[in-house]
């Protein structure tokens, strides 16, 4: 064995836990492990081979106890696991609001209606402040914003509306993205102008001049060095199995690798291992 080789092997890891979530922040995705301090730089371990093994033990992905479903029980009864949350056009009550606490620190904000481009366009809505991480976390490669409201009911209305020209559904699985993102963005943002009248007028964010709204539309960060279609026929990782093989990259909430997609949107609250580059893990253990 060379030095180069010891080296490399003495610099992997090994962490274990239960995935809550990837976050995109300041265009890096980080995975985040309910019973673990600290998160996985998914971006890191682009070209590096990594063995990941996928067990059935569960935890809530909000709240971290053990469970048997999650989220458990006691966290579906509370947002952000409530149907006011996932439909406020039509579900929230807002002023008559039974979580307080909840409203005021994730429904009483700035929020912004936007469309994004993956494999074909859809409208949603985020925390003003929360864009461009949101579009990222749902794998978008371009997005847009076409309204601004005072808080998360209004925003959702504003959403509902533009169901009638936009889809506000889309994939959460590797995906081949669109050959004309921007162009796709500008017809669909041409449409929710139609819809963004009367008394949604106030919320448009929408200029009449197509090459203004052009160069708003953001650019997603992208890690990943693999060929889309390939990636897209690829079987996704799931429990009592395990792969070793090279990351292509991230998108969104999965990860792809050589021979299979780990897509952690799937796996929240099931316990994984991850066997990688040491600088890219929290600290643990040191893999033998």
Known sequence: ????????????????????????????????????????????L???????????GFRCQHCGDRADTS???????????????FTPGTSC????????AFKRRSCAHNFIVYLVAK????AGITQADRAVSRWAEQGATHGMIVARTPNRRVAGTVEDALEAVVSTESTK??????????????EAADSCRDILTRSLKPFSALSANETTIEDRIVSLPVHFTGDDATVSSLPELTVDEGLQSEV?????????????????????????TLKASADCLPAMEAAQ
């Open 1 to 44: 064995m060379t030095a180069e080789q010891t080296t490399e092997l003495d610099s992997q890891a090994i962490v274990s836990g239960h995935p809550t979530m990837v976050s995109w922040s300041r265009g890096k995705p980080r995975l985040y492990l309910a019973d673990v301090d600290g998160p996985i730089d998914l971006a890191g």
């Open 46 to 56: 682009v070209g590096k081979d990594i063995r990941v093994d996928i067990q059935s």
């Open 71 to 85: 989220p458990c029980q006691e966290c579906q009864s509370k947002p952000p696991f409530q149907q006011c949350v």
């Open 93 to 100: 009550t807002y002023q008559d609001c039974p979580f307080p």
């Open 119 to 122: 494999d074909g366009v859809k």
């Open 173 to 186: 699985e590797w995906y081949e993205p669109l050959d004309e993102p921007k162009k796709a963005l500008i």
């Open 248 to 272: 292509l990259g991230v998108r969104g909430q999965i990860l792809a690798t050589e021979n299979a997609v780990v897509n952690f949107d799937h796996l929240k609250g099931k316990q994984i």
